[in-house]
Every structure is written in C-alpha cells, then in structure tokens.
C-alpha cells in the first residue's frame, strides 16, 4: 500500500510504498536533541520506495547537527519536518515522520524510543543502510 503524508501546509509532500499491506509499522521515537525538540517520531522499510515531491524547495531548508551526517529536511513555511535523508556511499537513503502520515491506522503503529547518541558514525552509517528507506526519489512538483 501506499502511505502519504504531507508537511501541513503541504509543501512537502511523502508517497511511501510499503511492500502488501502492512500488519505494522514501526514508529520510532528518536532521543537524539533535535528529535526531542520537534517530537520525531520515525518509520522505515528497506523495502519501501519513497517519493518526496516538492512545491516550492526555496521553502525546504536543511538541517544537520552533530555528525552532519543526516539531514533534516524541514518546512521554512509551515515548519513540518516530513522526512529525514542520509548519503551513504553516493546512495541516498530516508526515513519518514510517521506524524506526517494522514491514511495510517494508528493501531497499526509499532512505537519504540530509540536512542543512539554515543553511536560512532561508522556503525551508524551501516545501520541506516541496512534499515533506512533505499529507494529514495526528490522531484519537483507544480504547485
Ligand atoms: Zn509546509
């Protein structure tokens, strides 16, 4: 099935095919700073295609802390922060803001906190890669 969501004022917006119907989709409540401050909440799927489809990407202002070597990709309009990208060896992987979905059963939603500060950037370059979204197209939409 596909999940779509949208920042709010919809700029930025998510198509994320899931392989079948999914019984449940993991919802993961990051502890890193950033997250805590805007409450993200996360779902992959190595096996899912993403596509972000962008109005206006003059309103897309990235964000990177720490490592820098995730980026935040956050609404300058309306302040929504729909999807987070990772480059890995020239491949772009992605997770996606479950609280952007708008046609997800909550019930289906497996929640977790996961913390991985002290995490060193190798370990986690290789953990994005094996669970991290890898199919992963930006394009550019009229508004
Ligand atoms: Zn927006």
């Known amino acids: 099935m ?10 930025i917006a998510i198509e994320l095919e899931w392989e079948g119907i999914p019984t449940e989709i993991p919802a993961r409540a990051c502890g890193c700073s950033f ?4 409450g993200g909440v996360w779902t992959s799927n190595p096996n899912s295609r993403l596509v972000v489809a962008i ?12 490592s820098r070597t995730a980026l935040f990709h956050v609404c ?11 480059e890995i060896a020239n491949h772009l992987y992605a997770v996606v803001n479950v609280n952007v979905l708008e046609n ?4 289906k939603l ?11 950037v ?4 290789e953990r994005r890669a094996r669970n991290w ?11």
């Open 2 to 11: 596909v999940l779509n969501g949208k920042c709010h004022c919809g700029n």
């Open 35 to 38: 997250c805590i401050k805007h």
């Open 55 to 66: 109005r206006d990407k003059s309103l897309v202002s990235k964000y990177a802390f720490g």
């Open 76 to 86: 300058s309009r309306c302040g929504g922060v729909p999807l987070v990208t990772s």
């Open 104 to 107: 997800v059963d909550q019930s």
């Open 110 to 120: 497996r929640r977790s906190s996961i913390n991985f500060e002290g995490e060193d």
């Open 122 to 125: 190798e370990s986690r370059l």
């Open 133 to 143: 979204i890898s199919s992963v197209r930006i394009v550019e939409r009229d508004a």
